[in-house]
């Protein structure tokens, strides 16, 4: 069964850090590009950052550059999304998704983070 666990969120104040975990199960990890995308209330669904699992490339969308660092452990089959400096507009439902050539086949339930002015 193929399994995108994310845990970690949470409540923190402005200038706070949080550190993501993805852990993945299920499924040839190496294969994939494992990517976090974000959604706020009455907003649209955001790609945050992406890192390639076989070669460790990495992506990070213009909002979230110099703050936030995604990493891979290709030994437990996680990913993580170190976040610091956050903002109130980083509010969202984050969800880990793995995919191949830009198509996600497989999510994540998602977990809150909420940032306080």
């Known amino acids: 069964e193929v399994q995108l666990v994310e845990s970690g969120g949470g409540l923190v104040q402005t200038g706070g850090s949080l550190r993501l975990s993805c852990a993945a199960s299920?499924?040839?990890?190496?294969?994939?590009?494992i990517s976090w995308f974000r959604q706020a209330p009455g907003k649209g669904r955001e790609g945050v950052s992406c890192?390639?699992?076989?070669?460790?490339?990495?992506y990070y969308a213009d909002s979230v550059k110099g703050r936030f660092t995604i990493s891979v452990n290709n030994a437990k089959n996680t990913v993580y999304l170190e976040m610091h400096s956050l903002k109130p507009e980083d509010t969202a439902v984050y969800y880990c998704?793995?995919?191949?050539?830009?198509?996600?086949?497989?999510w994540g339930q998602g977990t809150q983070v909420t940032v306080s002015s």
């Open positions: 299920g499924f040839t990890f190496d294969d994939y590009a």
């Open positions: 890192i390639g699992s076989a070669d460790g490339s990495t």
């Open positions: 998704a793995a995919g191949v050539l830009g198509k996600y086949n497989y």
